[in-house]
């Protein structure tokens, strides 16, 4: 799986990262949920710090389509509920 980071890289992840990404993201959608400016801060940074971790940078002069796209850690909770949409067809961040 390739994860891109906006304003960062493209990283390489195993698929077996997938169960905790989603949970890291799970609690990324409930910050969002509660409008909660601080809370969404700290859970997109566990979020973007699991992939950079886990993840193998790719080079800069790689072109490879990415599987999913992140913003980064200063997006505020208006940025990434409109990321992730208003109606009950797209949980989180990650389809």
Do not use: C, H
Request: cysteine-free.
């Amino acid at each position: 799986m390739i994860v891109r980071i906006l304003g960062e890289g493209q990283y390489r992840l195993d698929d077996a990262e997938l169960d905790l990404l989603n949970a890291l993201d799970d609690d990324v959608e409930a910050a969002v949920t509660a409008g909660d400016a601080a809370w969404l801060k700290r859970a997109l940074e566990r979020l973007l710090g699991e992939v950079r971790t886990q993840g193998v940078l790719l080079d800069d002069d790689l072109l490879v389509d990415s599987d999913l796209i992140l913003p980064d850690a200063e997006a505020t909770v208006e940025q990434v509920r409109e990321w992730i949409g208003e109606d009950d067809s797209f949980d989180g961040l990650m389809p």
